[in-house]
Nanobody, 120 residues
Framework: QVQLVESGGGLVQPGGSLRLSCAAS????????MGWYRQAPGKERELVAA???????NYADSVKGRFTISRDNANNTVYLQMNCLKPEDTAVYYC??????????????WGQGTQVTVSS
């Protein structure tokens, strides 16, 4: 069974920075994609950024130029560097991973979520 553990959320002032981390553990053969989603109160969960096994990335328009997603393939870990944070970035951030387990079954898993609050 594959699990994701997130860390790095917290309270930051507008214009500040935070770095989120998400580590995958368990029986993993390969991971195709890892990504970050967020859900603000009263809103649907939305994609923030994703990174694929070949290194290509995808970002929501609202975070382009401010957020950077990166990946440590050796440790099955994904990071989200968030700069120039705005109050509208406030949300619970969820990590997601899609891949193949050690038993050669496809998996898709979510982390427990980490709160990011941008406020003065």
């Amino acid at each position: 069974q594959v699990q994701l553990v997130e860390s790095g959320g917290g309270l930051v002032q507008p214009g500040g920075s935070l770095r989120l981390s998400c580590a995958a553990s368990g029986s993993i053969f390969s991971i195709n994609a890892m990504g970050w989603y967020r859900q603000a109160p009263g809103k649907e969960r939305e994609l923030v950024a994703a990174i694929f096994s070949g290194g290509s990335t995808n970002y929501a328009d609202s975070v382009k130029g401010r957020f950077t997603i990166s990946r440590d393939n050796a440790n099955n870990t994904v990071y989200l560097q968030m700069n120039c944070l705005k109050p509208e970035d406030t949300a619970v951030y969820y990590c997601n991973a899609d891949g193949i387990s050690g038993s050669r079954y496809r998996f898709g898993v979510w982390g427990q979520g980490t709160q990011v609050t941008v406020s003065s």
